[in-house]
Each structure stands twice: as C-alpha cells, then as structure tokens.
C-alpha cells in the first residue's frame, strides 16, 4: 500500500513555497523541471514513501508556489532548498534533480556540501553559446496569454509527441498555465548560471576541496556520492 503524501507551506521573506512530504526513514528530496511542479513526482512519491522520507518542493515561480518579487538565480533556488531543510530539521539529504531540478541540486552540493549525501542529477544538459543564446530567447519570448485562447493548444500540442498520455499531459498544461504572464523564471537562471559557469566551477571546486580538506582533518570525511543519468 502506497504512502500517504502530505501537502504544506513554507514560508520566506519572498513568498511561500509549496511542499509535498511522506514516509519515514532516509530523507530524499525531489526537484522537478521547468516548468513543472511537485506534481512531477506525484506517483513516485508514493512509492518511495515506503522507504524514505520524501519530499518534494515547488520552486518559487511554479506550481503553488508564490511568484517571487524578483528574478531568482540558481543560487537563490539552492537557498530555498536549505530553508526547508532547516525548517523540516534535516541535516543532510539525498537529492533527486531533474533537469532545472539538477542544476539546482548540483548548486546545493557544490555550496552545501555538508548537507548532501547522495546526489542524483537525471537529464542534465549541456549549454555551448548557442543554447545560452536559445535560453534569453526563450525568456524574452515568455509564455504570452493570446486574445483568441490559441495558448492553451499551443501548449497542448507542445509535447503529446512524447507525454504518452492525456492524463498527464493535462496536469502538464496547468503547471504551464500558472507560469503564464510571469517571467520564465528558471529559464533565465539556468541561462545565466551557464554563462558563468566556468568561474563558478573553477571557485566551487576550490571550496569543496577545501571543505573535504578540513573533513579528512577531523576525520569525519563522508563524501557526497553522485550519480549522472541520461
């Protein structure tokens, strides 16, 4: 038998933030995609409710969240995460991340690694110049609510190639809809995060080392696992 998912709010000095969480045991922490919600994991939650204590989180700017007063980087995301595990008294964690979800998680590691134990990133890509460029179209373009309601089959039609059925395709389209004359959140700051990635990468990598540094000094190393899946 499936476990049961309990839905709350947290709150922050930007809004609040919807969070869905069940089971007992190990905590992991679930991170969706743009422009989804929490509603991404809905069934998966269930299941691994049996095992762990799960927990999943809509992103400020999706889903129930609020809509933040500003445009959030990926750093800014990465805070939210430590905010609801300081709320929900977890120390450290296994996260989940998928694709905007991944960013954020691999942000999470890199400036908290203490608070990461195991990190999955699923669907991560890549960005050369021209997939920069692509994303600060895609947010300049926005998602545009159109006098003669064509929107709504617009994102219909936008992936029933691969959704694989009318069911979920439908809690898609709400998760698109309540992004709707608000600014692609997640898609500037995956674009900006890849532009400077370089320097990100080049300072995240000194601090970790440092940090694993002082860990193998107090001999209390435990390094975060990570696992890549395409």
């Not at 709150?11 to 069940?22: A, F, N, S």
């Not at 947010?139 to 694989?164: N, P």
């Amino acid at each position: 038998m499936n476990k049961p998912i309990k839905r709350a709010f947290l709150d922050t000095e930007d809004g609040q933030i919807l969070y869905r969480i069940g089971g007992e045991g190990e905590p992991l922490l679930l991170l969706h995609m743009n422009p989804r919600s929490s509603d991404e994991y809905r069934e998966l939650m269930s299941i691994l409710a049996k095992k762990y204590r799960v927990m999943a989180m809509d992103f400020m700017g999706f889903g129930d969240s609020d809509k933040p007063p500003k445009l959030y980087s990926v750093a800014d995301y990465a805070k939210t995460v430590i905010a609801l595990l300081d709320e929900l008294g977890i120390e450290k964690t296994n996260i989940l991340g998928n694709h905007t979800g991944a960013f954020v998680s691999g942000e999470v590691a890199a400036a908290y690694p203490e608070r990461v134990k195991n990190l999955i990133l699923c669907n991560v890509a890549g960005f050369g110049e021209a997939g920069k460029a692509d994303l600060m179209i895609r947010f300049q373009e926005g998602f545009i609510i159109k006098e003669d309601g064509s929107h709504l089959m617009e994102r219909w039609l936008a992936r029933t190639r691969y959704v694989g059925s009318a069911e979920l395709n439908h809690r898609w389209v709400l998760d698109d809809l309540k992004c709707f004359g608000y600014p692609l959140y997640a898609v500037w700051a995956v674009g900006n995060y890849c532009m400077d990635a370089a320097q990100k990468t080049f300072l995240n990598r000194i601090n970790l080392e440092r940090k694993l540094s002082d860990l193998k000094k107090s001999k209390l190393h435990n390094g975060c696992k990570i696992i890549l899946t395409a």
